[in-house]
């Protein structure tokens, strides 16, 4: 006997899923308002799509096997090498910019730590065909204005952003070659998580020549201060993308951080991520520009902007909302009928309801009225209908206010149409 | 270069999404008319939950695999084993009886035949809890109640309703033991697709008695007048069911036809399948009374009825409904900067509307205004609201009709508030 999901899956019992769906819900609604349209692809891809082109991190974590017509398949791992094969594979036909978002279900088989799951959903919305930074505001601001929608502020959530052309051109100032980037990069990634970690790669990456690890730690003992970075020419990009935002408003969520490089090697420009303000969780959201994978992926060359938002960070954020604390009313009345030749007139009407899109229950089983009015209270019917024999004989119903005990007789023809008073 | 999906898994390109969620949202309305509350489970499952008990047919069309962990998964291929399993984890908390419904995508590694796919989108609705046909009747009534919702009657879609008991006991009298019976049962449900290929499962079932598969033949014959089984003592809650269904005025779509069996051996009473009039298309939904599976699952005894809906069949019956033919409006306004002076105030008066929840876009593009209205009418707007310096220094904007082409000056403080006229 099976009692439990795998490791690292989760159950949604109807409670876990009603946040679920108002996290989908407002996703939704933001994407919209942005003007950007819901597209999807398989969870199951064929496993090249991944191993080609998303760096050597992903693929140690993949799900992924030899399915009975012998082909290597992968569950997806992320969103973004799907959104490049679709995009590619219809290239000519689609009007750009392309404004596109998903909600996919993403796996990776990671050693469980702390809780870590080995699913989760994320928001990913990405604008391809357009290379300058408006694009990169755009996706920025409906990030933050999906944070919006849950109730959080400036003060509560903050973006870390930078843009990789501005810490490349400085780390080939400081004697990193083209060639030594990618790795150093990589290392600096994991600056936040260890610095000996970090400092032992950069020296991994620059073949342990000990005066160019110093020259790049002192480059990043610099970033605190990023004024001088923001004023070369490589920065220009980043100085309009935050001077839209400051346009839109959202100016007072930014805050430059050039330590911010995101993990994934396919990025090419300006990066960024949300976090809590008090940093006590992971990352909410990260993304940037790739400008280089749809031309691997596809052929086609099209530069990109996007990001992902899961939904686990999200919800752990939302825990004390208001969304938590009110469950949402499911029912609008639940009917009763006081014999058992009330029944049919109880099937009839509550078809009726239904029909108008009234949410209605009743009984299933045969019982007393009191039994009745007790299962409609569990199941958190704001009120009861009552028909019996006298009711019907003369075309009226019996309102129960199941909260406050109140009764009043409504004529079934208003009742039928969902009057209830 | 990976272009395609794997065989037999789709990519939702927006228009096609369009269609899912137009789908998904009216199955998510009727079952929450009836009453229901929306779960859902993990896509990968440990392999023992579909081996054990599910029957030999879906074990061997499973995408299975043993993961990084060396546990045997599988994508699941059904809901029903992850139902059973997620409310035998929890009997003793949830009240009963449960109402439940999801729309889990499944998978079946099936050899593909014009056109068959491996995945699908599938409504779940279920009542665990009460072994009454009430609740069968209930089921039933949330079926055909999608597809009135979806506008067709019953001149389009039929439900043909049987109950194994009223079979078992009728191919009881022709001689069958109860060791054959599943055996039987499942070559009868081969007799649609071919007769001689279940006439020689037959055989096999009764161990060659050629006398006995003459007289289930025989029975077979006869189940084109249901009459005489409906007479039957077996019968009661069958004949409850239709009547119930005949209380809520859905009668007219209800045929008895004791040919249907259901492949799933878990099936133990009224099953059920709806169907297209001109029966040109598969199953649109089957479903079913399984009051065994529970305990076999999670050692919980609870009676359970309902069904599953999958996205395919019935998209093909919306073919040509009028959803398909009018593609939902995306955007409320697309604005347009005169100059390049003008597009700070075309970025905040965007977020000043998207945060009214009005739907906006702007070209990311500087260019001249004829291109922006050409972007605008792409996109599908039905107007594009114009700054220039004029208008920013008398706190108005062109509102212009794009359909019609009129244009009227409106104050900005209106526009802000998506006052468009």
Redesign the interface.
Known sequence: ???????G??????ED??L??HIFATWR??A????F??????????L??YT?KSGEEIVGQL?H?????D?E?A?RPEMT??LA??V???AQAL?K?I??FAIP?V?R?ERQQRGRLR?HFQLNMD?IG?P?A??DA?VI?AAV?VL?AFGLGSTEVRVRLSDRRVLAAALGRAGVSDGELDGVLAALDKLDRSREYAVELIGRALGGDAGRVDGVMALVASLDVPRELLATAEAAPLNDCI??LG????GGFVDVDFRIVRGLAYYTGIVFELFDAGRALRAICGGGRYDQLLRQ???VDLPCVGFGMGDVVLAELLKDSAFERSAPR??DAFLVAVSGDD???V??L??????R?????YA??SGSVRRQLELAA??GAPRAVILGPDERASGMAVVRDLAGGSEARVPLTSVEQGRFD
């Open positions: 006997m099976q009692a439990k999901a795998l490791p899956f989760r159950d949604f019992y109807p899923l009603a679920r769906s609604a933001v919209a308002c942005y003007g349209e819901e597209y999807d692809g398989p969870p199951l891809e064929a090249e799509l080609q799900y096997f030899r399915d009975k017509g082909r398949v569950l090498p799907t094969r679709m590619g594979a219809r009007r910019p404004r596109w279900q796996f088989y699913e604008i357009e300058s408006a694009a755009e601001a204005d919006r001077d839209r346009a839109m408003g959202l992926v596809s052929g499911r029912l029944e049919r007139a099937l009839g509550a078809h009726a309801l239904r029909d899109g009234v949410a209605v229950e299933l089983r569990a199941r």
